[in-house]
Nanobody
Framework: EVQLQASGGGLVQAGGSLRLSCAAS????????IAWFRQAPGKQKEAVSQ????????YYRPSVKGRFTVSADNAKNTVYLQMNSLKPEDTAVYYC????????????WGQGTLVTVSS
């Protein structure tokens, strides 16, 4: 059974940092793509970052590039999202999700972790 467990959210002041974790199980970790999405109140879910575990290629949405870093620890089957210089507009529920490199569909999602950035 595929499971994704997101954690690490919390309340932080603007300019601060948080590190989110996504612990994965139930699939061959190093052959998939894991992404972070977020959904702010009243807004649509948006892709934040992704990492192709098989080759290390990463993607960042422009608004977080230079502030967020996605990484993977294959030994722990865990993907991290290091978030620095946080802004109030980063406030959202953050989700991790997994897809096959050959598919555009994220079939499995974690439960979400809330990040709140105060001004």
């Amino acid at each position: 059974e595929v499971q994704l467990q997101a954690s690490g959210g919390g309340l932080v002041q603007a300019g601060g940092s948080l590190r989110l974790s996504c612990a994965a199980s139930g699939f061959t970790f190093d052959t998939y793509v894991i992404a972070w999405f977020r959904q702010a109140p009243g807004k649509q879910k948006e892709a934040v970052s992704q990492i192709d575990i098989s080759n290390g290629k990463t993607y960042y949405r422009p608004s977080v590039k230079g502030r967020f870093t996605v990484s993977a620890d294959n030994a722990k089957n865990t993907v991290y999202l290091q978030m620095n210089s946080l802004k109030p507009e980063d406030t959202a529920v953050y989700y991790c999700a997994v897809r096959s490199p050959n598919s555009g569909n994220y079939a499995y999602w974690g439960q979400g972790t809330l990040v709140t950035v105060s001004s």
